[in-house]
């Protein structure tokens, strides 16, 4: 069991819309959700199965997009990705994972997503983010 979820969570990545964007699928002036995720977080693997059902109903509205900082060369790619998102700073010095960025419409972070937090706190955040008008 303990091989599988880490399985499960990759597939999940793959196959769940938005789990797995990029900063070429982010839209213009639309709020983004950053996930910063490794596959050696523990937080990450608690987090993600909550995020899957958080995320429903908004796909859409907000842009889910996961930078990848599991090795260097992954996290230099992450850098510019975040760099493209208007968010160059976010994974410069120190930085944690296992958490999600909310960004408004207009690039300003205005709350963030915990693994500690429930699926219901999660949807309410989320719910806000989209209300914003920036």
């Known amino acids: 069991m303990k091989r599988f979820l880490p399985v499960l969570l990759s597939l999940m990545m793959l196959l769940v819309p938005g789990l797995g964007a990029t900063a070429e699928n982010s839209r213009p002036n639309q709020p983004l959700a950053i996930l910063i995720a490794a596959d050696w977080c523990y937080n990450c693997k608690i987090i993600k199965p909550k995020l899957h059902e958080a995320y429903q109903g908004f796909e859409g509205k907000i842009d889910f997009v996961t930078l990848d900082v599991t090795d260097d060369a992954r996290l230099a790619q992450a850098q510019k990705q975040a760099a493209k998102l208007g968010q160059p700073s976010l994974l410069l010095g120190q930085f944690a994972t296992g958490w999600v ?10 709350g963030e997503l915990r693994q500690d937090m429930s699926v219901e706190e999660m949807r309410k955040a989320l719910q806000a983010l989209v209300g914003k008008t920036g």
């Open 101 to 110: 960025d909310l960004v408004d419409r207009n690039g300003k972070k205005v």
